[in-house]
């Protein structure tokens, strides 16, 4: 950590893993609680020196590199109780080299605190590994989304995989059981996302002329429709698997809801009434899994291919949901 003063002038030497950030972002992270707005004033005030020089907020750090920051009050660190402090967690890991960490995230569990939770699978990490000196987030996974999760050991391979992302790698294939009946085996979805807030407060998405585009393609790859079904005033069930051509927020719960096939359990998206009847099935939480991951590795080249198996309760259903089709 930075120690940064209230009363005279701060020289932070930039380490190793910092380099190649943006000043104004590098600036951001260490200087808690101060508004980005304040810190680009007092970059082009002059206050803010690079080795000794002026600069710019887009200027890239090295390693070595000293900033000069004035005199500034950071926001007072308030320290959490233990009942607020993330506790240390290992997950199941999947890949882990010097560079690059992924692991099998269970559901129910948020991949970063904030928003009303206080902590997430990243906070967790750094917490059971106090000695490692960089451990960031690649990507995103929802709250009650289980399966693959990266996350970067040096910022060099950050960089990488997020240039990786913007240009739609790596490939990335989920599971997803849908309540209704999809007509194709395979399609493609292509379908703007737009995202707003919704009345809760809630970060939101629908398709929308004026959203980001979006492209799933869905693969089939069971069908259920039986009397254990009927039982609870359910019709169809499909089971399925999306690649992702893009990665749109909430891009697959979307998609499948426009159409009319939302994917069972998703209690933003989905059937209210269909998620109610599934639960006395068994089914407790939505059903969607990153279950595979092909990438470059980010530092070698390297060809990846991860896969994260469906959990054993996600699994069990669909055992469940084929046994009684075999039994009709």
């Known amino acids: 950590m930075h ?7 701060s020289l932070i030497a930039v380490a190793e893993h910092e380099e190649g950030q943006r000043l104004d972002n590098y600036l951001i992270k260490i200087l808690k609680g101060v508004p980005k707005s304040h810190i680009h004033r007092i970059i082009r005030a002059g206050e803010v020196r690079l080795n000794k020089k002026r ?53 129910g569990v948020a991949v970063h605190g904030g928003s009303g939770v206080s902590f997430g699978v990243i906070e967790q990490i750094r917490r059971a590994r106090p000695e490692a000196r960089y451990l960031e987030l690649v990507h995103r996974l929802d709250k009650d989304t289980s399966g693959l999760l990266m996350i970067a050991k040096k910022r ?59 492209h799933t393609i869905f693969r089939v790859l069971n069908r259920f429709s039986d009397c ?23 891009q697959i719960r979307v998609h499948l809801q426009s159409q009319d096939c939302p994917i069972a359990g998703d209690e933003r998206y989905g059937d209210y009434q269909a998620n109610k009847r599934l639960q006395k099935l068994g089914l407790k939480r939505m059903f969607l899994h990153a279950s ?30 084929e046994n009684q089709e075999k039994a009709v």
């Open 55 to 107: 600069c710019k907020p887009d200027n890239r750090i090295q390693a070595g590199d000293t900033v000069r920051i004035p005199p500034i009050r950071t926001a007072e660190k308030q320290r959490p109780s233990e009942s607020q402090a993330a506790p240390a967690r290992e997950f199941d890991i999947v890949y882990e080299d010097d560079a690059l960490l992924v692991i099998n995230k269970p559901s």
């Open 3 to 9: 120690a940064i003063r209230k009363d005279s002038v």
């Open 228 to 250: 254990l079904l009927h039982q609870v005033g359910l019709s169809d069930l499909t089971f399925v698997e999306a690649t992702l051509k893009t990665g749109r927020t909430h």
């Open 292 to 321: 595979e991951l092909h990438l470059a590795h980010p530092l070698t080249g390297e060809k990846l291919i991860l896969k994260a198996p469906l959990p054993q309760e996600l699994a069990q259903f669909v055992l469940m949901l």
């Open 156 to 214: 060099s391979a950050l960089v990488k995989l997020h240039e990786a992302i913007r240009n739609d790698h790596p490939k990335k294939i989920y599971l997803a059981l849908c309540v209704g009946r999809l007509p194709n085996d395979r399609f493609h979805v292509k379908l703007p996302l737009f995202k707003y807030t919704g009345a809760q407060g809630e970060k939101m998405v629908r398709v929308s002329e004026d959203g980001q585009s979006a």
